[in-house]
């Protein structure tokens, strides 16, 4: 598969997940599967070994960097994407690793992405966004 089939694919695949991500009370998904009730599905873009990261603010003012996102519109035509930033969060609510993530948190913070630059599109769980923490009843 050459590497311009391959670009083509990333833009194709991102605006099928968009799809998806309006539709998500739907089913037949290509990318997700028994999730329902949720509004974004994330997403981790790659460019060969190399995953596509970013750095924003929390809404609380907080900085944070970040390889996860939620697409928010596709132009085909041009191959390129906004995309909007996801926090990942651990249990308290502070900004972590993904690695250590217990939730992911939406954010005003968006960029326009030229996808020709990545070769590949890995879907998250939509329950990962916004994901209730626990309330510990203190003894």
């Known amino acids: 598969m050459g590497e311009k089939h391959k ?3 990333i833009c194709q695949d991102l605006q099928q997940l ?8 739907f089913d037949e998904f290509r990318f997700i599967s028994e999730d329902f009730g949720y509004d974004t599905i994330p997403f981790i873009l790659s460019s060969g070994k190399c ?3 970013a750095f ?4 609380n003012g907080d900085f ?9 519109a596709v132009d085909v035509r041009r191959c390129c994407a906004t995309i909007s930033l996801l926090v990942p ?3 308290d609510g502070y900004p972590v690793d993904l690695c250590d993530v ?18 590949s599109l ?5 329950r990962l966004v916004d994901r209730l923490l626990p309330i510990v009843d203190p003894k």
Do not use: A, M
């Open 64 to 72: 944070f960097t970040t390889n996860v996102f939620r697409v928010e």
């Open 89 to 91: 969060v651990d249990i």
């Open 7 to 9: 670009k083509v694919c």
């Open 122 to 126: 890995q879907p998250l769980s939509p």
């Open 51 to 53: 995953q596509f990261e």
């Open 102 to 119: 217990f939730s992911l948190r939406t954010t005003s913070n968006c960029l326009v992405v030229d996808l020709s630059c990545f070769t």
């Open 18 to 25: 968009l799809e998806e991500q309006k539709k998500l009370s």
């Open 56 to 59: 924003g603010w929390t809404n």
